[in-house]
Structures are given as structure tokens and as C-alpha cells.
């Protein structure tokens, strides 16, 4: 593949060293891929739990429907450890909203 390299006097070729390091990077980048869905999906947990926390103070009984969404939020990286779980978990709607279920609270 040709790369080109954008320079304020315009676009020029790529070096082979530039070349080596573009495709060096997009590898490393690719790589990574399960691991920066895994990110996003423990902030989407996050969020989860955060917004139910109130339920946990003393003063409050938490329903068992909500204790066991939380505990399922909780296990959501040793139930779902592949690629395409995760791609399940992030599948989202034509509104934007998340679509598995595992996100919906009771």
C-alpha cells in the first residue's frame, strides 16, 4: 500500500521507514481492539451501577430483581471474555441506544 504524508507544501509519498511504522501502528491498533471494547463496556457497567448505587444505602432494601442485575453487571467480564460477545454488548440500535439486554435495568 501506498501511503501518503501530509506536509505543508502538500501531500507526498511515504518513506519505506514511514511505511513500516504506519503499518506497525494500524497492527498494534487492530490488536487491540478487544481490549478497548472491554474498556467501553466496563464504563457502560459503570454508569450502570452508579446509577442505581442509591439503592445500596442502609436505609434502603434493595429489590432482589435489582441486587441480581447488579451482580450480572458485575460478571459481565468473566460471561463475556470474546470479541464477538463484546460486539454483542455494544450493539446499538438505529437510535444509539445499546440493544443487549443485559443493559436494561428491571
Given at each position: 500500500m501506498v501511503y501518503k504524508i501530509l506536509q505543508p507544501?502538500?501531500?507526498?509519498?511515504a518513506t519505506v521507514e514511514e511505511t513500516t511504522e504506519?503499518?506497525?501502528?494500524?497492527t498494534?491498533?487492530?490488536n487491540n481492539s478487544a481490549n478497548r471494547k472491554l474498556g467501553w463496556i466496563k464504563e457502560i457497567r459503570l454508569q450502570?451501577?452508579?446509577e442505581t448505587d442509591y439503592l445500596s444505602n442502609s436505609d434502603v432494601t434493595m429489590p432482589d430483581n435489582i441486587k441480581?442485575?447488579?451482580q450480572s453487571l458485575r460478571n459481565l467480564p468473566?460471561?463475556?471474555s470474546t470479541e464477538e460477545q463484546y460486539d454483542l454488548l455494544l450493539a446499538r440500535d438505529e437510535q444509539g441506544?445499546?440493544?443487549h439486554s443485559i443493559w436494561s435495568k428491571p
Amino acid at each position: 500500500m501506498v501511503y501518503k504524508i501530509l506536509q505543508p507544501e502538500g501531500l507526498r509519498e511515504a518513506t519505506v521507514e514511514e511505511t513500516t511504522e504506519i503499518d506497525t501502528r494500524t497492527t498494534a491498533w487492530n490488536n487491540n481492539s478487544a481490549n478497548r471494547k472491554l474498556g467501553w463496556i466496563k464504563e457502560i457497567r459503570l454508569q450502570k451501577l452508579i446509577e442505581t448505587d442509591y439503592l445500596s444505602n442502609s436505609d434502603v432494601t434493595m429489590p432482589d430483581n435489582i441486587k441480581t442485575w447488579r451482580q450480572s453487571l458485575r460478571n459481565l467480564p468473566q460471561d463475556f471474555s470474546t470479541e464477538e460477545q463484546y460486539d454483542l454488548l455494544l450493539a446499538r440500535d438505529e437510535q444509539g441506544n445499546l440493544t443487549h439486554s443485559i443493559w436494561s435495568k428491571p
